[in-house]
């Protein structure tokens, strides 16, 4: 992985890597959309290049000498076009595109210590683009604009370069002349220049000798502007602190009339935003935090919940004994303080763990965007809900589940441009990735304006798998249920891009794994929707604790959705399965003991006669009635992992301590539902 046997990389450049690239991607989205109306944003092709060149360093600090040349290149590749030697043209975007994935890949593969990928594919395609350099022609700027060829000679040659592509394109050079305290320059001429960049593109920035005093520093700032040299010297006159700032237009020739229509145009639909201003000092408030020691730190709040459920045990207790129910009154008091103490200890590192979804939103407009290319579908791919938050490990995981159905949605469901015109659509196929959060949980739906999923395919198909039997005919949410089985499918042909049924129910484990649902809702000829809901957090969760015989279970909070006392004779036996009415609904009831065969305790009340305790699982028309022998009621929890011998055990999530160094297995809702709707497949079979 590294050019020495003991060195070893530390993990924050990798991180840092990371977090450059997800930035890079989003820069090169912006640079595509640029593309397609005619005008890339110097600064989008300016924060590539300098992206890459941050890379190009770290991985060389790393001892990473295949990814810093590769780096290196990619990074040669940006300057030419930066400078305007290569022509930024679609087939180089695609280019960049490919070299992205490809850095991506050759940093992950360097961070886990596995074989770098060769990127000996991606350097004959940069090479390839560099055979086809522009010719650049060197008009004097003396002929172009009123500068001396003293003032001009001290232009790089990016500054040069932007001067005449702005001329070109027939837009105001103007020259901003300005003195400032030498105690305060650095953030003035910071502030002046986003001042000016709200009216156009600021080309140099350069210290002048002449109109400043001794306390004084006086610069001139090069200014491409599609206002007049007069409305820019108003603009910044209408601010106090640049009233005194010169303004002059070095234009030798008139602005064309194509840029005077343009700014025209600007003007009657008002003034664009300018961009955002960072912080100078919003590095100094930021750290990044290892998530692991943050699973850590959580750890430990958990524990401190079972201590202080302890405490309340003992203060309980002492009521009870002579003498000492004042000091059980104080310890009441000291529980309610720890109790208020932790919960908003709890809750702040909570906060820390969460990040905006829209972390992934650029990676996943990548997969369609190439997926979208494979199948040779034109694909408008818009997003919503960019902040809202979850947890970082939660979004990391729910990531590959959303690639698939990205993946599935431009493949399966989008229709080809024939089709689409046939069908009276566009020929571009629409596909929305949406989050919003809802209480404890975070909502995420992607919906395409495709062909739909016909629910009679699906179910001829079941039925010829032998999953269904031939008079059998379950409702639509059922039917659409068997396309979370494993290698379930209707078509009779396979892509490269999607295969055939691998995938949905790779997506249906992995959301389970999050505790999570999933939903699918579809219209013929319309589209198709899926929703996704998970917890916003699983580090640490609230528990409902109960009795099943002799073993006690706890069951996340966020999946239980009410408990009922429920009257044996309401219990009814239909098709082998026993269900209760819940206002006016049927739900089918799982008795736990018998799913896990556990011996009944003799001579041991079980509530009371005749009464069935049943916790409401699940959501929506995803619910199970789970059937217990007690409730004793709510703690918080941290879930651990079981070890190999529990995993086959269906309905078994992990594992928590309950307080006494007492440890009891957490149920997981959404498999007890599946293995419900499993026994009453086989039962409605026999």
Request: charged residues 25%; glycine residues 8%; proline residues 5%.
């Amino acid at each position: 992985m590294s050019e020495g046997p003991d060195r070893r990389p530390s993990p924050e450049i990798f991180t840092e890597a990371a977090e450059i690239l997800e930035a890079l991607s989003a820069h090169l989205l912006d640079a595509e959309r640029g593309l397609s109306v005619g005008r890339t944003d110097p600064d989008t092709v300016n924060a590539l290049f300098r992206g890459v060149h941050t890379i190009k360093g770290l991985m060389g600090m790393a001892g990473l000498a295949a990814v810093s040349t590769f780096s290196h290149r990619l990074e040669a590749l940006l300057d030419r076009i930066r400078l305007g030697k290569q022509t930024f043209s679609p087939d180089v975007l695609d280019v960049l595109f490919a070299s992205f994935d490809r850095l991506g890949d050759m940093i992950a593969a360097a961070s886990e210590g596995t074989a770098v990928p060769d990127p000996s594919s991606i350097l004959s395609r940069i090479e390839g683009l560099a055979s086809e350099q522009k010719a650049v022609t060197a008009v004097p700027l003396a002929d172009l604009i009123e500068m001396s060829p003293a003032q001009t000679s001290v232009l790089t040659e990016y500054e040069e370069h932007r001067l005449r592509e702005n001329l070109r394109e027939g837009r105001t050079i103007a020259r901003a002349a300005a003195v400032f305290p030498l105690a305060t320059f650095d953030t003035d001429l910071v502030a002046l220049t986003e001042a000016l960049k709200a009216s156009g593109e600021v080309i140099s920035t350069l210290p002048s000798p002449a109109g400043a005093a001794a306390d004084q520093i006086s610069f001139h700032l090069l200014v491409a502007t599609g206002d007049s040299a007069e409305e820019l010297r108003a603009r910044l006159a209408s601010d106090p602190r640049w009233s005194s700032v010169a303004v002059e237009r070095l234009n030798k020739t008139p602005v064309s009339p194509a840029r005077q229509a343009e700014r025209e145009t600007a003007e009657a639909e008002g003034p664009a935003p300018g961009p955002a201003v960072p912080r100078a000092d919003a590095a100094a408030h930021t750290v990044r935090v290892d998530i692991k020691r943050l699973d850590r730190l959580m750890s430990l709040v958990g524990e401190l919940f079972l201590l202080k459920t302890d405490l309340a045990r003992t203060a309980v207790e002492m009521r009870s004994v002579a003498g000492a129910r004042g000091f059980s009154a104080d310890l009441q008091k000291t529980w309610r303080v720890l109790e208020r103490k932790l919960n908003e200890l709890q809750d702040r590192i909570v906060e820390v763990r969460l990040v905006p979804i829209g972390q992934i939103y650029t990676r996943l407009a990548q997969v369609a965007r190439k997926v979208s290319r494979e199948a040779g579908k034109t694909v408008s791919f818009q997003t919503f809900g960019e902040e809202t938050e979850l947890d970082k490990l939660m979004i990391e995981a729910i990531s590959d589940p959303l690639i698939h159905l990205i993946r599935n949605a431009v493949d399966h469901g989008l229709e080809t441009a024939e089709e689409r015109r046939a069908a009276g659509k566009p020929e571009a196929g629409s596909l929305f990735l949406g989050a919003f959060p809802l209480g404890n949980h975070v909502v995420l739906t992607i919906e395409d304006d495709g062909r739909g999923i016909d629910p009679e395919r699906v179910l001829a198909t079941a039925r010829k798998r032998g999953l269904i039997g031939p008079d059998e005919r379950p409702d639509e949410k059922e039917i659409l249920d068997f396309l979370f089985l494993p290698g379930f499918s209707t078509r009779e042909t396979v892509t490269e891009i999607s295969g055939r049924g691998v995938g949905m129910d790779v997506v249906k484990r992995n959301v389970a794994a999050l505790s999570g649902t999933i939903d699918v809702e579809t219209e013929v000829g319309s589209g198709t929707i899926f929703t996704i809901t998970i917890p916003l957090t699983l580090a640490i969760l609230r528990g409902l604790v109960v009795d099943v015989g002799a073993e006690t279970y706890a069951i996340p909070l966020h999946a239980v959705s009410e408990t009922l006392m429920v009257d044996s004779p309401d219990v009814q036996t239909i098709e082998g399965q026993e269900v209760i009415l819940l206002r006016e609904e049927p739900l089918s009831l799982l008795r736990l003991d018998r799913l896990f065969r556990l011996p009944r305790v003799e001579g041991e009340e079980s509530g009371r006669e005749g009464v069935l305790y049943v916790v409401v699982v699940g959501a929506a028309e995803h619910r199970l009635g789970l059937v217990v022998d007690r409730l004793r009621g709510q703690q918080e929890m941290v879930v651990k992992p079981i070890g190999d011998a529990l995993k086959v055990v269906p309905g078994i999530a992990g594992a928590t301590e309950i307080g006494g160094g007492r440890v009891v297995l957490v149920l997981d809702a959404e498999a007890l539902i599946g293995e419900a709707r499993r026994k009453k497949s086989e039962s409605v079979s026999r």
